[in-house]
């Protein structure tokens, strides 16, 4: 198994990024995909997730904290096996590294990526 995430970097405030999170090992569209961050100094924080869309659920759902509500937008690609992170009105509070998980349900991730940074400064 493995979520292998890219497309952080270092931005300036009020711009942009697009993260993805590549998935293999596993059936994809079965798992919830989340995306997490950790600041320096700090815990490991849920920004976001997606349901998986599949089962008897009407579509996929999505999931944000208060935090990057209106700023982040997380979706999937099931024929791809990728999930993405769009954060845009980037703060200097959102510098972290940003990991991907998956798993059977939101709140018990079982597979983790190795993180991505992404540091906002002027």
């Known amino acids: 198994v493995q979520l292998v995430e890219s497309g952080g970097g270092l931005v300036q405030p009020g711009g942009s990024l697009r993260l993805s999170c590549a998935a293999s090992?596993?059936?994809?569209?079965?798992?919830?995909m989340s995306w997490y961050r950790q600041a320096p100094g700090k815990g490991r924080e849920l920004v976001a997730a997606?349901?998986?869309?599949?089962?008897?659920?009407?579509?996929?759902?999505?999931n944000y904290a208060d935090s990057v509500k209106g700023r982040f937008s997380i979706s999937r690609d099931n024929a791809k096996n990728t999930a993405y992170l769009q954060i845009n009105s980037l703060e200097p509070e959102d510098t972290a590294v940003y990991y991907c998980?998956?798993?059977?349900?939101?709140?018990?991730?079982?597979?983790w990526g190795q993180g991505t940074q992404v540091t906002v400064s002027s």
């Open positions: 998980a998956s798993g059977l349900v939101v709140t018990a991730p079982k597979y």
């Open positions: 090992g596993f059936t994809f569209s079965n798992y919830v």
């Open positions: 997606i349901t998986s869309g599949s089962g008897i659920s009407a579509g996929e759902m999505t």
